[in-house]
């Protein structure tokens, strides 16, 4: 079976999303997985701060590495996200993904994710089904 860091690899090589967002890969471990990006003009929404989706996208990519750390391949199936404090261009998030439980067949996990001053921008939480399926 491959190791955690062959799995994301694999998983980052064919998410053309994650590359566009410019994520690197800081940590990952099983059912864990810690991720950063910088906030580019781009991704500003009409109020000139980043639309909300850029805070679930990198959070939503680190549900997946997480989840498909262990080796069994894992699609989500319910995502929420709370976003606590605007987030400006130049920005630079980190987002840290933790197992919360796992069984054979569901697993939930919880990211946060925080800029460079440490502050805590987004809360997600994440449902994914573990598939029969293996990398």
Not at 93 to 98: D, F, M, P, Q, S
């Amino acid at each position: 079976m491959p190791s955690s860091n062959e799995i994301v690899n694999t998983m980052m090589n064919g998410d053309l999303l994650s590359q566009w967002l410019g994520i690197s890969v800081l940590e990952i471990g099983e059912g864990t997985c810690k991720i950063q990006l910088t906030v580019r003009k781009e991704m500003v929404n009409g109020f000139g701060i980043a639309h909300g989706g850029i805070t679930y996208c990198l959070s939503d990519s680190a549900l997946a590495f997480a989840s498909n750390s262990r080796g069994s391949q894992a699609v989500s199936i319910e995502t929420s996200i709370s976003h606590t404090a605007k987030v400006c261009v130049g920005d630079v998030l980190t987002a840290e993904a933790k197992e919360q439980s796992r069984s054979n067949k569901v697993g939930f996990y919880e990211v946060i994710v925080k800029n460079q001053e440490n502050k805590i921008v987004s809360l997600f939480k994440g449902t994914v089904f573990i598939t029969e399926k293996n990398w």
